[in-house]
Nanobody, 125 residues
Framework: QVQLVESGGGLVKTGDSLSLSCVAS???????????MGWYRQPPGAGREFLGA????????WYPDSVKGRVTVSRDNANKTLYLRLTDVEPWDTAVYYC???????????????WGQGTQVTVSS
């Protein structure tokens, strides 16, 4: 059973950068393995938006055009930690941010069976 725990959310000022972390582990004596990990977010009253992912073995990344240039996804294999950096944040970046693990670099959402509990990010104007 895979467990993903995000951290780093909170209040961010417009124009600042946002940094989140996600630590992965496996319960019941299992070993954490995944093809890819990534990030989604869900703004208030809206659906979930894919932000990007990274292949766990070789570090290849993929980002949707909507966030390309603002988002960086990276990982630390030794510490089983995934990172998200979002630059130049705006109030519409306010959302719950989720860490995911699964079988794809570029979605769809059904390819990510493992989700963290989410961390709230609020961008103040």
């Amino acid at each position: 059973q895979v467990q993903l725990v995000e951290s780093g959310g909170g209040l961010v000022k417009t124009g600042d950068s946002l940094s989140l972390s996600c630590v992965a582990s496996a319960a019941n004596g299992c070993t954490f393995r995944t093809y890819a990990m990534g990030w989604y977010r869900q703004p208030p009253g809206a659906g979930r938006e894919f932000l990007g992912a990274i292949s766990w073995l070789d570090g290849i990344t993929w980002y949707p055009d909507s966030v390309k240039g603002r988002v960086t996804v990276s990982r630390d294999n030794a510490n089983k930690t995934l990172y998200l950096r979002l630059t130049d944040v705006e109030p519409w970046d306010t959302a719950v941010y989720y860490c995911v693990a699964g079988n794809s670099l570029n979605g769809p959402i059904c390819e990510y069976p493992h989700w963290g509990q989410g961390t709230q990010v609020t961008v103040s104007s």
